[in-house]
């Protein structure tokens, strides 16, 4: 082979690649849920519920609505 048909090659392998490691980034990405735009409220929340300043239900209701975002 001369040095044009290896040079096509390895873009080839390369282009070829780089689209393979992009499309799996792009798969993973869309599994992981939207995080919300606070700072991390669970702690707070679960250390009022371990005070029992709030009760099981509200707990899970409030856990809930922060998982989902929306």
């Given at each position: 082979?001369?040095?044009?048909?290896?040079?096509?090659l390895w873009i080839g392998?390369?282009?070829v690649l780089f689209m393979?490691?992009?499309?799996?980034?792009?798969?993973?990405?869309?599994?992981?849920?939207?995080?919300?735009?606070?700072?991390?409220?669970?702690?707070g929340l679960h250390s009022?519920?371990?005070?029992?300043?709030?009760?099981?239900?509200?707990?899970?209701?409030?856990?809930?609505?922060?998982?989902?975002?929306?």
């Amino acid at each position: 082979m001369n040095q044009i048909t290896l040079f096509f090659l390895w873009i080839g392998i390369g282009l070829v690649l780089f689209m393979g490691v992009y499309a799996l980034n792009r798969r993973n990405r869309k599994k992981e849920k939207p995080m919300c735009s606070f700072s991390s409220p669970f702690s707070g929340l679960h250390s009022q519920f371990k005070r029992g300043e709030i009760t099981r239900e509200e707990y899970e209701r409030k856990l809930q609505h922060m998982t989902r975002c929306g």
